[in-house]
T-cell receptor, first 118, second 116 residues
């Protein structure tokens, strides 16, 4: 079975350029999460969707970041314009439950996109 | 305040021995879940084990067990019979029930090194 698919796996770009990260969740999962991992800040949630609707985007750093989920099988995270401090590994994860009552439905992570902004 | 605290940045263990990775959490929500993930050097995040706040027994999954002490708000991961392939970063995470949709909050991680 295919897991969470992310593309590209690596992205090197120059400051000021637009970057688009893509994610395909596991089929049938109704929650999707975007995380960012850096040495300084660890793993932090940027935004998550439930049934394609953004539920919490309080982790999105600033207006340069935007995320969409046009359908159940695709999501994008866009950074425009990119800055060197955006360099990080970006993970997409999906899960099958709503997480209500602290439920145990685990999140399955994609392989991540390593972004380097020069 | 930190919601998830992992006080051990790095740990060493001899192959075939058991090791405990510490995790304490902070929440006022009576309903929550605790998770452990493994991140090997290749970078992927691998789910290991889950403990619900209302679970009466400690969770176990193969060589992994969770030492859940609710009053102390701790959820330590115990790995028995360590293997070289266990060398990785380990993250503790929590989900609170009021976070509809299942937002996870992660600790800073513990890097485990298994020595032959």
């Amino acid at each position: 079975d295919a897991g969470v698919i992310q593309s590209p796996r690596h992205e090197v770009t120059e400051m000021g350029q637009e970057v688009t990260l893509r994610c395909k969740p596991i089929s049938g999962h109704n929650s999707l999460f975007w995380y960012r991992q850096t040495m300084m800040r660890g793993l932090e949630l940027l935004i998550y969707f439930n049934n394609n609707v953004p539920i919490d985007d309080s982790g999105m750093p600033e207006d340069r970041f935007s995320a969409k989920m046009p359908n159940a099988s695709f999501s994008t995270l866009k950074i425009q314009p990119s800055e060197p401090r955006d360099s990080a590994v970006y993970f997409c994860a999906s899960s099958s439950g709503t997480g209500a009552a602290g439920g145990g439905d685990e999140q399955f992570f994609g392989p991540g996109t390593r972004l380097t902004v020069l | 305040a930190q919601k998830i605290t992992q006080t051990q940045p790095g740990m060493f263990v001899q192959e075939k021995e058991a090791v405990t990775l510490d995790c304490t959490y902070d929440t006022s929500d009576p309903s929550y879940g605790l998770f452990w993930y493994k991140q090997p050097s290749s970078g992927e995040m691998i789910f290991l084990i889950y403990q619900g706040s209302y679970d009466q027994q400690n969770a176990t999954e193969g060589r992994y067990s969770l030492n859940f002490q609710k009053a102390r708000k701790s959820a330590n991961l115990v790995i028995s019979a360590s293997q070289l392939g266990d060398s990785a970063m380990y993250f503790c995470a929590m989900r609170e029930a009021y976070n509809q949709g299942g937002k996870l909050i992660f600790g800073q991680g513990t890097e485990l090194s298994v020595k032959p």
